[in-house]
């Protein structure tokens, strides 16, 4: 079976300092992993989606993500924090076969000034 | 990518009473699927709706109680029946070349009274 961890459900920064969320995943496949970012009664945006291929994952707004297998994880890091950036960010993990995707229990990303 | 409208984008009901919600896609697409998100909760897969068959239920979540069609390959409706306010959650619908790519519409949010 596969699922996700999102081991932070909150993460304060103060803005223009690192941003680490942390996602730990569990799969018996080869898994295709996503970070999801939910703005305030906004929809779902991809940040980034890591397939196979490079382990290191440049994504949107400066977001970047690395792939352990590992350690089976798979953290969300952004070198210097804007207010912008607050939101809910969800780790989302499939494999191939299965069409469908299995989402992390989120980490609500707040920046503070 | 692919854009996707729903309808309604929220409403509020009474309890007892049932609210179809629909996805149209811009462009064709295999699978439709249908996701719930409670509040402060994460994402999660209710159905799968293939065009020409039934569609496909996960764990937890009936057929009675969430009718979806699938009429043909840009568009979908899900109903949620007999409304209590335990589902009052926002209802997304997502369509994609999963794993690759996945694409959510802005939601429906859903009050039930």
């Known amino acids: 079976a596969q699922s996700v961890t999102q081991l932070d459900s909150h993460v304060s920064v103060s803005e223009g300092t690192p941003v680490l969320l942390r996602c730990n995943y569990s799969?018996?496949?080869?898994?295709?992993l996503f970070w999801y970012v939910q703005h305030p009664n906004k929809g779902l945006q991809l940040l980034l989606k890591y397939t196979s291929a490079a382990t290191l994952v440049k994504g949107i707004n400066g977001f970047e993500a690395e792939f352990k297998k590992s350690e089976t994880s798979f953290h969300l890091t952004k070198p210097s924090a804007h207010m912008s950036d607050a939101a809910e960010y969800f780790c989302v993990v499939t494999f191939t076969g299965r069409r469908a995707l299995t989402f992390g229990s989120g980490t609500r990303l707040q920046v503070q000034p | 990518s692919a854009v996707i409208s729903q309808k309604p984008s929220r409403d509020i009901c009474q309890r007892g009473t049932s609210l179809t919600i629909q996805c149209q896609v811009d462009?064709?697409?295999?699978?439709m699927f249908w996701y719930r998100q409670q509040p402060g909760q994460s994402l999660t897969l209710i159905a799968t709706?293939?065009?020409?068959?039934?569609?496909?239920?996960e764990s937890g979540f009936v057929i009675d109680k969430f009718p979806i069609s699938r009429p043909n390959l840009t568009f979908s409706t899900l109903t949620v029946s007999n409304m209590s306010p335990e589902d009052s959650s926002i209802y997304l619908c997502?369509?994609?070349?999963?794993?690759?790519?996945?694409?959510f519409g802005q939601g429906t949010r859903l009050t039930v009274v």
């Open positions: 709706a293939n065009q020409g068959s039934e569609a496909t239920y």
């Open positions: 799969s018996s496949y080869s898994p295709s």
């Open positions: 462009s064709q697409v295999t699978m």
């Open positions: 997502s369509v994609g070349r999963v794993p690759t790519e996945a694409f």
